[in-house]
């Protein structure tokens, strides 16, 4: 149905506004996507809805985007890594921040799609800040277990920025409801009795983690505005960019992190070859990449 010609007026276009470079082998899901959306606005030919995109109905973009990104995802996905997270990463970012006096967690979840991942970080965090002693109490109560939300109660102050590019997956993650099944295969006992409600059809994730999460539209070719981060997620989106867009996305995560900040790619992302600064983080198949402390000689 798409000409080559128009094939590619498409891929520049989506590329330009997304990143997302579409090789010619997924030409067909293009098309299909494309015919959806015409279908949509009564239109019959692929010139004219590109026109419409182009130049009239910036929206229509946003929602033909919508339908090009692939949303796969689940709570505590790439196990080895999340383990690497808790056992390793958050230890010595709240070892780096209380050092400064700064008890500040700031992460981000970039590509988040329906929230499981930034909703996971959470609920680890959550468990990080309430295992931590506290200065301020006694130690029998030195773990600041009596939080009644979030991360209140204790003296961290927490907060996972989660964003994505489509509106449609931060419209699931905001309500923060999920299948029963989908999260029974994902998450275990321990997790599920202290982080989730359920009414036996769906599971939802409590209040208190919920709040720790703040969900915004974001569109990763676009700078963010976000600095002096501790740690940034942006797992399995990298894939659809080419080589030069995820320098860009790289040079841009470099600089909102704090000096000694984390980054977290998808298991079939990394940073090899792109020759950055980051030191490579590596425990029993988690994997990661450290921005040099200040003062420190950086790695690769
Ligand atoms: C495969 S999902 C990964 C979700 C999660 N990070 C994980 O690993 O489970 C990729 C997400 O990246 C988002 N995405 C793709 N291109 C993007 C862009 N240019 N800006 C922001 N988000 C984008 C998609 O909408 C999708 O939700």
Redesign the pocket.
């Known amino acids: 149905m798409l000409t080559d010609e128009e094939f590619r007026l498409f891929r520049n276009l989506i590329y330009d506004e997304?990143?997302?470079y579409l090789k010619e082998a997924r030409k067909d899901f293009l098309e299909h996507r494309v015919a959806k959306r015409m279908g949509v606005k009564g239109l019959s030919s692929p010139y004219w809805y590109y026109k419409l995109i182009t130049d009239t109905e910036k929206t229509e973009l946003l929602l033909l985007l919508d339908l090009l990104?692939?949303?796969?995802?689940?709570f505590f996905?790439n196990g080895p890594q999340m383990e690497l997270f808790r056992k390793v990463i958050l230890p010595d970012v709240m070892r780096m921040r209380s050092r400064d006096m700064q008890k500040r967690l700031r992460i981000w979840?970039?590509?988040?799609?329906t929230g499981?991942?930034p909703y996971s970080v959470a609920m680890l965090a959550h468990e990080a800040i309430r295992n931590a002693p506290s200065p301020f109490l006694p130690p029998d109560k030195g773990r600041a277990g009596g939080m009644s939300g979030g991360a209140e109660g204790s003296d961290w102050d927490v907060r996972i920025f989660a964003?994505?590019?489509?509106l449609s997956?931060l419209e699931t993650a905001s309500k923060g409801e999920y299948a029963w099944d989908k999260v029974r295969a994902t998450v275990d006992e321990h997790y599920l009795s202290r982080y989730f409600d359920t009414d036996g059809t769906c599971y939802r994730v409590r209040d208190e983690i919920r709040k720790m999460v703040v969900f915004d539209f974001?569109?990763?070719?676009n700078d963010n505005g976000l600095s002096n981060l501790d740690i940034i997620?942006?797992?399995?989106?990298m894939i659809?960019f080419d080589e030069e867009e995820q320098r860009r996305l790289i040079d841009k995560f470099c600089r909102s992190l704090n000096p000694g900040g984390y980054l977290l790619l998808?298991h079939a992302e990394s940073l090899h070859g792109l020759g950055t600064g980051f030191e490579f983080v590596y425990d029993n198949k988690g994997t990661a990449y450290k921005k040099p402390e200040q003062g420190k000689k950086s790695g690769a």
Request: net charge negative.
């Open positions: 997304a990143g997302i990104t692939v949303n796969e995802t689940s996905r979840s970039a590509g988040c799609s499981e991942e964003s994505d590019l489509s997956v974001h569109n990763l070719k997620f942006c797992r399995n989106v659809y998808g």
